[in-house]
């Protein structure tokens, strides 16, 4: 519990894909607790950004550090711990739809497992009740032992937070959690996320293509432009100047921020364009 | 008077004529190459299998004719067959059909012996492709070196034909079934490793990045995310492999690794026809019902995947 209050430091952090650098040079420190939006255009290096902090790519330079942990030197056991306790998400839900709902869940489980157990697919009763209860938690109980294919996106969303519940860590990540859901879903899934940060006090950062979801949810917002931090700030903060900045909407007459959005109703009315 | 259609063509539309023409022409051409290829393929393979030779041969009277080998040859099939039907009677039917299957009891003990040497070649194929598909697949293989080496493997597995496996395997472990299901295991092992790892590298990527983001090993990732994607196609190719292997199993016998292939070396080499034909019912019949079984089977797996 004491990695709990520790904050997540970014230090000059670097992706290059060949000639292209998609994160460049970003520096982030990020408070125990916090609920940070990562807004920016398509190709910006959002979720490179979000990869690189679950080490699902390696950085070209620079370094993470959680605590006491060098994240960006973890290797092997020490490695996959790490990405048990910085759970993830992902657009397109990354469920196994050929297996059940349950044994999705279970997956978030696999870092305490040695081989014999993960080829029996053998997980204990406890495992069951804690993956039980996230899946409760998220109105999906009764869908317990359907396939994870056969559900609609917004509920496979969920199924997939559930799975980075049951991991029980100390930082979510979600990758555009809601571009592939209609405003409905889009709303549960966010409000699900809410509720992880407020009332498990976790620190989660989240990747948004809409505005207007951004400035409701998010106590801090980072946007990039071309790998680099452009603003980082409150949604307060965050004028129409800055935002045509990021988006660089600069020959557009008027920027509309209802254009982008996917949400339902937001929960706090939206600051007048 | 009719009035003749105008149109106006852009440039674009009009250098189509010329591409239309530069395309008719360039196929033709691929085509008249493609035939000569053919023609010359052909030719060789007819010259160096004797498909056309005109030789001088012995008749079933003792003279010497000269003759094109093929249709001297193909009376010589009916005399074949003629000699393996057995003389049966409507009046002593059974007896006759008993004459016929004179050896039913070791010949059945040798059925299920084939059977037998099928089924544990399939299972020891099986195991041995499934674990080494995984580092065969490109897109799933932890280390080039791995890939490299369980390819060239499972190449060299499946390239060796099961018979002569089975001759080596007759050297090492002596005549017996023992040869039989070590040389079919291995070339299983070769033929369905490529079989499966190619449906791995077919597979959605996407349930392995879950599964590795939330703290899932290599082999996790494997276990959980990717063979259930395959699991359909394991199961297909596994039942028509075990088809392929009662078919094979029922011939490896002919070099001494068990089941009835040794029987119809004892029958060819005693010149007994009728038993020849005996043994081919009894082959027949089971490679027959046992490919109807497991098309039941991996229909229903087929089946089972579409609800």
């Known amino acids: 519990m004491r990695m709990e209050q520790q904050p997540l430091i970014l230090t000059s952090l670097t992706r290059r894909f060949g000639e292209t650098c998609a994160v460049d040079g970003v520096s982030l420190t990020i408070a125990p607790g916090q609920f940070v939006g990562v807004i920016g255009r398509s190709g910006a290096g959002k979720s490179t950004l979000l990869r690189l902090i679950n080490r699902l790519i390696d950085p070209s330079e620079g370094r993470i550090t959680h605590g006491e942990i060098e994240v960006t030197k973890l290797k092997g056991f020490a490695?996959?711990?790490?990405?048990?306790?910085?759970?993830?998400?992902?657009?397109?839900?990354?469920?196994?739809?050929?297996?059940?709902?349950?044994?999705?869940?279970?997956?978030?489980?696999?870092?305490?497992?040695?081989?014999?157990?993960?080829?029996?697919?053998?997980?204990?009763?406890a495992?069951?009740?804690?993956?039980?209860?996230?899946?409760?938690?998220?109105?999906?109980?009764?869908?317990?032992?359907?396939?994870?294919?056969t559900l609609s996106g917004g509920q496979q969303q969920r199924v997939a937070i559930a799975r980075a519940l049951v991991q029980e860590p100390k930082i979510m990540l979600a990758d555009e959690p809601i571009a592939s859901l209609?405003?409905?879903?889009?709303?549960?899934?966010?409000?699900?996320?809410?509720?992880?940060?407020?009332?498990?006090?976790?620190?989660v950062l989240v990747n948004l293509h809409t505005l207007d979801t951004a400035r409701s949810y998010c106590d801090r917002i980072v946007a990039m432009r071309a790998g680099r931090v452009m603003f980082d700030g409150t949604p307060r903060q965050m004028t129409d100047d800055v935002v045509r900045d990021i988006y660089g909407a600069e020959g557009l007459a008027e920027f509309n921020e209802s254009v982008t959005s996917t949400a339902a109703a937001p929960a706090r009315p939206r600051v007048p364009a | 008077m009719t009035s003749v259609p105008q149109f106006t063509f852009s440039p674009a539309a009009l250098s189509f004529d010329e591409d239309f023409a530069a395309a008719r022409r360039k196929s033709r051409l691929s085509w008249i190459i493609g035939l000569i290829i053919f023609a010359v393929l052909f030719a060789l393979t007819s010259w160096m299998s004797d498909f056309f030779k005109y030789t001088q041969m012995t008749m079933s009277d003792g003279s010497r004719q000269w003759g094109w080998v093929i249709p001297a040859g193909i009376p010589r099939l009916g005399e074949f067959i003629v000699k393996m039907i057995p003389d049966l009677h409507w009046a002593t039917l059974g007896a006759d059909i008993a004459n016929w299957f004179w050896r039913l009891d070791i010949w059945l003990w040798l059925l299920l012996e084939t059977i037998l040497i099928a089924f544990m070649a399939t299972v020891i194929g099986v195991t041995g492709a499934l674990i080494l598909s995984f580092p065969a697949a490109r897109n799933l293989s932890p280390r080039p070196w791995l890939l490299w080496i369980t390819r060239r493997y499972l190449e060299i597995c499946r390239t060796v034909p099961d018979l002569v496996w089975a001759l080596i395997f007759v050297y090492c472990f002596s005549v017996g079934p023992l040869a039989g299901v070590l040389a079919i295991a291995i070339h299983t092992t070769g033929a369905l490793g490529k079989l499966y790892s190619e449906a791995i590298e077919n597979i959605d990527m996407r349930p392995l990045d879950g599964v590795k983001a939330a703290g899932g090993s290599w082999f996790d990732q494997c276990r959980f995310a990717a063979l259930p994607q395959v699991m359909p196609n394991v199961l297909s190719y596994t039942l028509l492999r075990f088809e392929i292997n009662v078919r094979s199993s029922s011939i490896i016998g002919y070099v001494g690794a068990g089941g009835l292939g040794q029987e119809f070396r004892v029958a060819m080499s005693f010149q007994e026809y009728t038993d020849l034909s005996a043994l081919f019912v009894i082959?027949?019949?089971?490679?027959?019902?046992?490919?109807?079984?497991?098309?039941?089977?991996?229909?229903?797996?087929?089946?089972?995947?579409?609800t």
Do not use: K, Y
């Open chain 1, 79 to 125: 490695l996959r711990q790490w990405r048990r306790d910085c759970a993830m998400i992902f657009q397109q839900f990354n469920l196994v739809e050929r297996l059940d709902v349950l044994t999705n869940v279970l997956v978030g489980r696999l870092a305490g497992h040695g081989p014999l157990d993960s080829l029996l697919m053998r997980f204990t009763d």
């Open chain 1, 182 to 203: 209609d405003p409905g879903n889009a709303t549960r899934v966010m409000d699900a996320l809410r509720s992880i940060n407020r009332d498990d006090g976790l620190t």
């Open chain 1, 127 to 149: 495992e069951r009740t804690i993956a039980i209860s996230a899946l409760d938690r998220l109105d999906l109980a009764s869908q317990a032992l359907q396939r994870a294919g």
């Open chain 2, 283 to 306: 082959t027949c019949a089971t490679v027959m019902t046992i490919d109807w079984l497991s098309g039941i089977l991996r229909h229903r797996v087929i089946g089972m995947e579409r």
